[in-house]
């Protein structure tokens, strides 16, 4: 991880050096221990304060929309995807824009490594690679990285980027399809079953919408929980209010979610959103064999239709 963050630091500085970037995004190490930050480095020193490691988590495609200057991104694969997918959505021009692509073998979950030290606090943590060492007052535990991965993570099957400018670190060996074995295993149970795990899920909710700014899709001007003419939900929380939002953020998203798990990770209620993205991304890929941002070809699927499609709205009499 150390020789990756070198790397990195080179890269940057170079591109900034010989000014082929105005500015490039990645992370720097956050203010406590296994906490990254993304960070902007506008010169070759700041470049200096790059990292790379398994915190970092945050989805950065997030800052490159609507940019007119010229920007470097640290991205790993998720990321990639999300950058496939706005390019698609004329919401970032790859002409301006060099992808540092980082092959990515997971990142951990928090809420995970909180629970394996039994919810101390974490004065240290030595990364090293496989295990991570995390040092408190009066403990010292060492967890192996893949029993602390996200959730999101360990299904990933686009870790190495599918496209970039630059490919820092070597490529992860690739894992087969996601079966969505968690939303098919959802899927089974009795509709009352599903409705009281949404409810319970939802009125976790504070509707603080991080997980709607957090996530690089979610871009609209003015959001639709937003607007007061009409009012589509109330402003006070409610379960019932709380679901149309998911569900909406879910349909708005349909065909476009990369499934970075960016909304999850952001959720400080730790609300279960990942039932409903990841349950249309599954009908998404049934239904038009179609992946969001896993190349620059394909048409996004709720962009185009075929003259044999079933549904009769699409035939003219
Ligand atoms: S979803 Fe894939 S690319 Fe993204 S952080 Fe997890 S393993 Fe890495
Ligand atoms: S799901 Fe979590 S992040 Fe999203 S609005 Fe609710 S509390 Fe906030
Ligand atoms: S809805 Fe969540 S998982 Fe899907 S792209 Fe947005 S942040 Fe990523």
């Not at 969505?180 to 409705?195: G, N, S």
Request: glycine content about 6%; aromatic content about 6%.
């Amino acid at each position: 991880m150390q020789n990756l963050s070198s790397l990195i630091q080179d890269a940057a500085k170079k591109l900034l050096e010989e000014k082929k970037v105005d500015l490039v995004i990645g992370f720097e190490q956050g203010s406590l221990p296994l906490r990254s930050t993304p960070y902007f480095a506008r010169t070759p020193e700041e470049a200096g304060n790059l990292i790379w490691n398994s915190t970092c988590e945050n989805n950065l495609a997030n800052y490159l929309r609507k940019r007119s200057d010229k920007v470097a991104v640290v991205a790993k694969g998720c990321d990639v995807r999300s950058i496939v997918a706005l390019i698609k959505e004329n919401q970032i021009n790859k002409d301006n824009l060099y992808i540092i692509g980082i092959p990515c073998s997971g990142m951990i979950d928090q809420n995970k490594v909180n629970a394996a030290v039994e919810e101390k606090d974490i004065v240290e943590a030595i990364d090293n690679g496989e295990q991570i060492v995390i040092k408190g007052a009066g403990y010292e535990k060492t967890v192996a990285k893949a029993d602390v991965i996200h959730d999101f993570c360990a299904g990933c099957k686009y870790g190495n980027p599918v496209i970039y400018d630059e490919l820092i670190g070597e490529k992860v060996p690739e894992k087969s399809g996601d079966d969505y074995a968690d939303i098919v295993e959802f899927e089974a149970k009795p509709a009352a079953e599903r409705q009281a795990y949404l409810a319970a899920e939802m009125s976790k909710c504070i509707r603080c919408y991080a997980c709607r700014n957090a996530c690089p899709m979610c871009y609209c001007t003015e959001c639709f929980v937003d607007c007061s003419t009409p009012e589509w939900i109330s402003k006070s929380i409610d379960t019932g209010d709380n679901l149309i939002f998911h569900a909406v953020r879910a349909l708005h998203t349909a065909g476009r979610c990369v499934d970075c798990g960016a909304c999850v990770r952001a959720c400080p209620m730790g609300v279960d959103i990942s039932k409903l993205t990841r349950k249309l991304a599954k009908d998404v890929k049934q239904l038009f064999n179609y992946e969001a941002g896993v190349n620059l070809e394909d048409k996004p699927a709720l962009s185009t239709f075929t003259p044999d499609d079933p549904e009769t709205f699409l035939v003219k009499e």
